[in-house]
């Protein structure tokens, strides 16, 4: 029998399946004081799936509402939109403004790699749209188990089948990300998702419905019962050894549908049809017309039984918890339904009249005439519950940084640094990653500047001036795991050098906040003095954070994931043809390292590939450093001083040096002062390695001393091996064969 308003108020005492929905009795009673009465079952699905972890932040806010301070403090007119907002929207000048934003879909990647890679990119692309932007192309940070492991095998060539499939459908380049390997991401592998756009200033668009008698407009795919319950319940629950502790239908993506809904929503909003937008995500209809409502003019109506089925057996609730791929949702006025609907007509995409903007303050859903949703939309989209969770430092943490790895048995001869460089080299988290990036499209499009494996990925917004923008992300777990605060503005800073290596200048931050479970206080503290260190971070660097995602419940049993602050930086370069490449270019330049090397090698790639430790402290932090490298950076690649840059992150000078020998098959000879071993392996900050011919290296040189960076000169490009004076050389062929065939030969 359908459950309606009406029956809901006589028959108040019928139990309803508020737990498997995973509310908490208190929030149950708290729906029944909002409504004066039981929820229809229609009404608890829909505050069951915006009430959840992923979609209300209710772990997360009390600790995210800090960013949104801190975007207060930005520039007026340099944000055009931020926190709230599907996506943030930077201006970059001329006219032009750019949209960025990365979110996760972690848990149903899991339960099916290829689907949950894939819709997880196909999401992060309508958030963009949503914001008027043409999106232009997508970033993918991944994260999984030891490369040796069974469930690794599972997962990965599903991933990354589903991100290249999806991307590459879309004409969408894939311009960067990350592939990191680590035991504690054995059963819960991080599939977070970046994606940027580009619009000019007058076609930004938000998501609120006004205008009372506005039109309501559903678009896009047909509803399913795919993905009921979806991300919205699955990323918010901890896994349990055996598996998912629930496995609701994980969404199935239709990438072709959603190029032409790409296509025929640009086209749409180029004619000036649409007076506000949501994308389907997660939640779905319950999210996007509780947002709209909430967000415009308080009010909306909708026939639910109009919403087109792909199964026609699916009930009022099943429609309104269902995740289904590829639609979207506008408010548009009477005049211009006709035209709306032939456009969409145009690019074969189904559209459909439910509802309309009202002015009662409530969110009414009726289905065959009879009304099941009565709800104030504002405590379904944003008044949800607020927990403040108990957080504390866990008590080994004390005897975690006292073991340092600064203690543990070094290489002494060239011979054991010769062969600690190859290890390195071939290890996981280090080798040539391109057996995931060749599966990726990088320059369709063909406005892409910089791709992997670049220090950051950069494309062209103006043909004519060559106004470009740069976006990279980054984040070492190991480091956060040490100490949060310093992890998270570790993983600031390497994003924000990386951007300006290629010449960019750094101007926003989205984020993708990676934790355990928030009922552990030791895994709140964690999340807690990251959100603190980020937030300080971008404070002193002066970037805002314009918007992100968190995801909790990252855990398998009792073993949560490393605290993974993934961060991006976008920066924007006034023309690109002025960028840097990552690599040495040619023979007989100069090789400089700019910054300060210190004995830090806690947390390093050395200390975990050759020792499996993991104790110490992280590496200084020290973000004034950072800002007067890049700024240098940006000013030397801007005057054509550079002939190339690459940062020195993981791994430390020696992979730096790998990477940059290997690039275009340009050997080099340095020369390194003091104890070679630090010199080549540890992960100092605010480092870089650049090249420079002979005519200008004075000028970069003076350069670096009015940004006051320390300047080295290490040696010279050429030949076909890399060769570290008075230690050890090693030939370019070996080397690469190193480096190249760890991914190659485990997945094969």
């Known amino acids: ?83 709230g907002e599907n996506a943030g929207v930077i201006d970059i000048g001329q006219g032009w403004a750019v949209t960025f934003k990365v979110e996760s879909h972690n848990h149903p990647s899991y ?43 599972r997962v990965l060539p599903g991933i990354v089948a589903g991100v290249g499939g ?45 205008g009372v008698g506005n039109r309501v407009i559903l678009y896009g795919a047909r509803t399913g019962g795919d993905g009921i319950g979806g991300v919205s319940v699955l990323a918010s629950e901890t896994f349990e050894d055996g598996g998912p502790a629930k496995r609701p239908s994980v969404q199935v993506g239709d990438p072709f549908m959603e190029k032409l809904l790409i296509e025929c929503t640009l086209e749409l909003f180029a004619a000036g049809l649409v007076t506000g937008i949501q994308d389907l995500g997660g939640a779905g209809l319950s999210c996007a017309t509780s947002e709209l ?52 007509r145009k690019w074969d995409v189904e559209a459909t009249d439910i509802g309309e903007v009202t002015d009662t303050g409530r969110l009414h859903i009726d289905w065959h005439g009879e009304q099941v949703v009565d709800v104030p939309p504002r405590s379904v989209a944003h008044d949800g519950p607020t927990y403040h969770r108990p957080f504390a430092r866990p008590d080994a943490q004390d005897a975690l940084q006292a073991d ?15 062969a600690t460089l190859l290890q390195l080299a071939a290890s996981p988290n280090l080798c040539d990653k391109s057996w995931i990036t060749d599966q990726y499209d990088r320059y369709v499009r063909g406005n892409t500047v910089l791709a992997q494996p670049s220090d950051s990925g950069m494309v062209r917004v103006d043909d004519e001036t060559g106004l470009g923008v740069a976006v990279s992300t980054d984040c070492n777990g190991r480091f956060a795991r040490l100490d949060p605060y310093a992890g998270a503005q570790l993983a600031l800073a390497e994003s924000y050098r990386n951007v300006a290596t290629g ?21 709140m503290w964690q999340f807690a003095e990251a959100c603190r260190g980020l937030k300080d971070g971008c404070a002193e660097l002066g970037v805002p954070v314009t918007g992100g995602n968190v995801s909790l419940y990252n855990q398998t049993g009792e073993t949560a994931i490393l605290p993974t602050p993934v961060v991006a930086v976008l920066g924007v370069i006034e023309d690109v043809r002025r960028r840097t490449p990552t690599g040495f270019t040619g023979a007989g330049e100069r090789v400089l390292l700019l910054g300060e090397t210190r004995e830090e090698l806690s947390g390093s790639e050395w200390a975990h590939v050759v020792h499996g430790h993991l104790g110490g402290r992280p590496p200084q932090v020290d973000l004034a450093a950072e800002r007067s490298l890049a700024a240098l950076l940006v000013e030397a690649g801007g005057a054509g001083l550079l002939t190339s840059t690459h940062d020195l992150s993981d791994g430390g000078l020696a992979q730096a040096l790998t990477e940059s020998v290997l ?61 570290v004076e008075g230690h050890f050389d090693v030939p370019l062929d070996e080397l690469r064969q190193a480096w190249s065939s760890t991914l190659p030969d485990a997945l094969a």
């Open 1 to 83: 029998m359908l459950d309606t308003v009406k029956a809901a108020a006589q028959d108040a005492d019928r139990e309803q399946p508020w737990a498997e929905l995973g509310l908490k009795a208190d929030e149950y009673e708290r729906i029944r004081e909002i409504l004066g009465r039981r929820p229809t079952s229609s009404e608890l699905a829909m505050y069951s799936v915006m009430w959840s972890e992923h979609c209300s932040y209710k772990s997360s806010k009390v600790h995210l509402k800090q960013f949104g301070e801190l975007a207060q403090e930005t520039p007026v007119g340099k944000m055009l939109a931020g926190i």
């Open 663 to 723: 690039r275009a098959d340009v050997g080099a000879t340095v020369s390194l002062p003091g104890d070679p071993f630090i010199g080549l392996f540890a992960e100092s900050t605010a480092r870089a390695l650049v090249t420079v011919t002979d005519e200008l290296a004075d000028r970069l040189v003076a350069l670096a001393g009015t940004h006051g960076v320390p300047v080295t000169p290490i040696g010279t490009t050429g030949g076909d091996a890399l060769v």
């Open 166 to 210: 999806y991307g590459n459908c879309l004409g969408l380049p894939n311009i960067g990300g990350e592939a990191v390997f680590d035991e504690t991401y054995l059963g819960n592998p991080l599939v977070n998702a970046l994606c940027v756009g580009v619009l000019r200033h007058e076609d930004l668009h938000l998501a609120k419905a006004s």
């Open 293 to 344: 409502a909430s967000a415009g003019d308080g009010g909306m109506h909708v026939d639910l039984d109009l919403v087109p089925l792909r199964d026609s057996t699916l009930a009022p609730e099943e429609i309104l918890m269902s995740e289904s791929q590829e639609r979207m949702m506008a408010v548009v006025a009477p005049d211009d339904v006709e035209e709306f609907l032939a456009i969409c």
């Open 404 to 418: 340092v790895a600064e203690a543990l048995p070094r290489p002494t001869t060239g011979e054991e640094l010769r």
């Open 503 to 523: 010449g960019a200048r750094p101007l926003a931050v989205s984020d993708c906040l990676n934790f355990g479970s928030p009922e552990d206080p030791g895994v």
């Open 111 to 153: 339960v099916e790699p290829y689907q949950g890679a894939a819709t997880g990119v196909g999401g992060i692309v309508r958030d963009i749209l949503a914001m008027g932007a043409r999106p232009v192309a997508v970033m993918d940070p991944l994260r999984f188990g030891p490369l040796e492991a069974d469930d690794t095998h």
